[in-house]
């Protein structure tokens, strides 16, 4: 065992009188190592009560002959984080879990590990400890909040936005917030939490119900007691992660995330899980496997489905089962249960075929997102297509430019932004922003303002999984890096056409050419601590925005 560096011979006498320390016996000592890797904490609604599935997994490794040893990571709440100074951290936390886990995990030289993450960053950060470290493990997820009466998170995001446009009076937003967050858990639509959680059963990695489980559900508890006897079964066969995680495993979470319609964030995360297990990704394979699987899920924001729906229809091994009955799946990736993808998920039966549509029935013809190219994102840019109204789909629109979220915000509560405009947000990428701010207050305001249809918005920031509208981010170079989305001006014409994977902006190469001798890109002042050196390491967004 990997723990008898620190357990076994007279040499490691001090190793042990700390573990008794801990009030380890030497019975406990003799069995494998466990790690719990627990992201709880009170300030997060997705991880407050981790606390109890941690001490499920802790039976199920006791009931499996091991000894379980928990520790802790962070968590950032991008909800609470949203339109402030916080939200510099949320993607930029994705690295400090991966190191904290790899430091805590190689320290004490564990033998296997249980992940327990649930909400936006911790589960990516948490898989790409998992690679790095290649230790046997299974990821439980702490489960998605239930909605009631068809609200989310995104509902008083969107009230905000009807309240300063008149259409909600302070009652109706106090109603939505005492109502639209009823539980623990991840927010309830297809946001950024639960698609990672959901692919994590299609990388194999989870037991299936990781993703669609309500987190208030008794169910939920016997799944994180199954997966800490499972642990042990990986350990005891040496499953380890880079065995499950290959290029196909990654083509089976993007045909799956198109046929969901998951968050745009998903294609960040994957591009570092890629690069983390070791191969290439190539944004242009987002279109290519697009093209090919139809959007059979309209969860929220793109329909009024949430994840409870999902789940009593069958889960995500349901959609898995209608892909690979299609020949999209590759069958023949394995998973934490010994079995292939296809063998585990033979047997999986759609209960609700409005949930999840059949094949020849979709709710769209082409998967849930999109990769953009063109002049103003020669690197590429993605959005949600799934999520964007069918008359925005190919559209002409004028840029209103600016060089933070706080002043596009500004200037759509104060009623500046017009039917025909597209909101272009600048210098929020990952190393200009610092840490790529997600953008749900302006996409939430422009809905609920009933502006959604006419309005646009492009970024080099991102989005939360809660966009929706013609949201497009992303966009690379970002223009801390001199991409042309720094030299873009007020009223100049861009044209997107997501159907046809495009977005320009109308400009001559001559006058761009005749804007970078004048324009100067924005110098970066004040940066201090960790987002400093963050800046200073982290890659573009078409890498995944990869830190090295």
């Known amino acids: 065992m990997r723990s008898d560096l620190v357990k076994q011979g007279i040499e490691h006498t001090p190793h042990r009188s700390l573990l008794k320390a801990d009030g380890l016996t030497d019975e406990q000592m003799r069995r494998p190592l466990i790690g719990v890797v627990n992201s709880f904490t009170e300030v997060v609604p997705g991880h407050e009560h981790l606390q109890q599935i941690s001490r499920a997994v802790k039976d199920g490794v006791l009931m499996a002959g091991g000894t379980p040893l928990e520790f802790n990571t962070i968590a950032v709440c991008d909800g609470i984080a949203m339109g402030h100074d916080g ?92 109502s639209c967050c009823p539980t623990c858990g991840s927010c309830s639509g297809m946001f950024t ?15 299936p119900g990781n993703g669609t489980i309500p987190a208030v559900y008794s169910e939920r508890i016997r799944l994180a007691k199954t997966a800490g006897m499972q642990v042990m079964k990986v350990l005891e066969e040496n499953i380890r992660p ?24 998903t294609a960040l995360h994957l591009m570092a899980v890629a690069h983390e297990a070791g191969f290439p990704f190539d944004l242009h394979k987002i279109n290519e496997i697009s093209d090919r ?9 793109a329909g009024h489905h949430h994840m409870q729906d999902l789940m009593e229809a069958g889960g995500i091994y349901a959609v898995i089962h209608e892909l690979d009955e299609h020949g999209l799946i590759h ?98 990428g990952p190393a200009g922003g610092p840490g790529m701010r997600e953008m749900l207050s302006p996409t939430s305001a422009i809905a609920g303002m009933k502006l959604d249809t006419t309005v646009a918005l ?23 890096a001199g991409g042309p989305i720094a030299y873009v001006k007020d009223g100049d014409k861009i044209k997107i056409d ?6 320009e902006l109308l400009v001559s190469d001559e006058e ?9 890109i924005r110098e970066q002042r004040n940066l201090t601590g960790y987002l400093r050196k963050y800046a200073k390491l982290v890659h573009s967004a078409d890498t995944g925005a990869i830190v090295e």
């Open 331 to 428: 069958r023949d990736c394995m998973t934490v249960l010994g079995k292939t993808i296809g063998e585990a998920t033979k047997d999986a039966v759609n209960r609700n075929p409005e949930v999840i549509r059949p094949f020849d029935n979709p709710y769209l013809k082409e998967g849930g997102l999109a990769v953009l190219y063109g002049n103003l994102a020669p690197h590429g840019s993605i959005v949600k297509r799934s999520a964007v109204a069918p008359e925005m789909m190919v559209n002409e629109c004028t840029a209103r430019v600016f060089n933070s979220e706080e002043e596009a915000i500004g200037a759509i509560y104060g009623g500046k932004i017009k039917s025909g405009d597209c909101v272009v947000i600048r210098y929020e």
């Open 87 to 178: 939200m510099h951290f949320s993607l930029s936390s994705r690295e400090l879990i991966t190191d904290t886990i790899e430091c805590m995990a190689t320290g004490h030289a564990l033998d296997a590990l249980v992940f327990i993450p649930n909400c936006d960053k911790i589960v990516p950060g948490m898989l790409l400890a998992a690679l790095r470290l290649n230790l046997p493990c299974v990821f439980v997820s702490g489960g998605p909040m239930l909605s009631l009466h068809q609200r989310d998170l995104n509902t008083a995001f969107e009230a905000v936005g009807a309240y300063k446009a008149g259409l909600m009076d302070e009652a109706g937003v106090m109603d939505v917030e005492n």
């Open 293 to 301: 699987t139809p959007n059979l899920c309209h969860l929220a924001p």
């Open 498 to 503: 997501i159907p046809n994977y495009s977005i």
């Open 512 to 520: 761009m050419e005749d804007r970078k001798k004048t324009m100067q």
């Open 242 to 265: 880079r065995d499950l995680i290959k290029a196909e495993t990654i083509e089976n979470a993007i045909t799956v995330d198109m046929a969901l319609g998951c968050s745009t964030n």
């Open 458 to 480: 492009v970024t080099d920031g991102r989005f939360s999984g809660a966009s929706r509208g013609a949201a497009i981010g992303h966009v690379s170079p970002e223009a801390q």
């Open 193 to 207: 939490a639960n698609s990672m959680n959901s692919l994590c059963e299609v990388l194999g990695i989870a037991l």
